[in-house]
């Protein structure tokens, strides 16, 4: 699709009016629609709204939460094409799937490959060699060392910095500032420097960070 005219944002927190600045930036010509059942903003339609409209092939569609669990949850109701989302102050020199949304600042080194629907927030960096799973979230100013590789799902917080050459599993949580130094096994979430591991179970709505 070469010129959509609409953009339909799956969710209306505060990451998806980000998002819909991001994409105002690079896709100026474009209306945002934003999809969201429980808001009341009168630029929002419902999900079956959503499911009519993507049939006349005008538009384009993004996630829009900066929470993996949310955006796990939402991945089944988004409809393709997808939009992919790659601000101009960002540098890229990887490969970004569909889905995607790279916000200013964020660096994608040489032959890191981003899976679909991730997002690598402002001033985050993935490191070279890198696998990002999809669906999966990078904070603002987190640095992933080369070779690494992220599994699905994963949250990544601002500031945290991961050595190079480990493996992050699937669904863990990495906290705010966290220093990661070993591999994380998947649903763990590891906090603190250097970085120690605990179950979801043992963080209990801490683990959303």
Request: include cysteine.
């Amino acid at each position: 699709m070469s010129n959509p005219e609409y953009l339909f944002i799956l969710g209306s927190s505060g990451f998806a009016y980000e998002v819909a600045a991001y994409a105002a930036d690079i896709f100026p010509e474009r209306k945002t629609i934003f999809v969201d059942d429980t808001s009341k903003d009168a630029g929002s339609i419902s999900v079956n709204e959503y499911w009519s409209r993507i049939e006349n092939g005008d538009s384009e569609s993004i996630l829009g939460s900066g929470r993996c669990e949310i955006r796990i949850r939402m991945v089944d109701e988004i409809k393709p094409p997808f939009a992919t989302i790659v601000h101009s102050r960002a540098t890229v020199f990887g490969k970004i799937d569909r889905g995607c949304v790279i916000a200013p600042g964020a660096v994608i080194a040489l032959n890191a490959v981003i899976s679909e629907h991730v997002v690598v927030n402002y001033n985050a960096t993935v490191g070279h060699d890198c696998v990002v799973g999809e669906l999966s979230v990078i904070g603002p100013g987190a640095s992933i060392g080369g070779w690494c590789q992220v599994g699905r799902g994963v949250y990544i917080g601002a500031g945290a910095l991961i050595r190079e050459k480990l493996q992050i599993g699937d669904y863990a949580i990495v906290g705010m500032g966290a220093v990661v130094t070993k591999d994380i096994p998947e649903n763990m979430v590891a906090i603190g420097v250097p970085a120690r591991f605990y179950t979801k179970e043992e963080c209990g709505k801490g683990w959303m960070l």
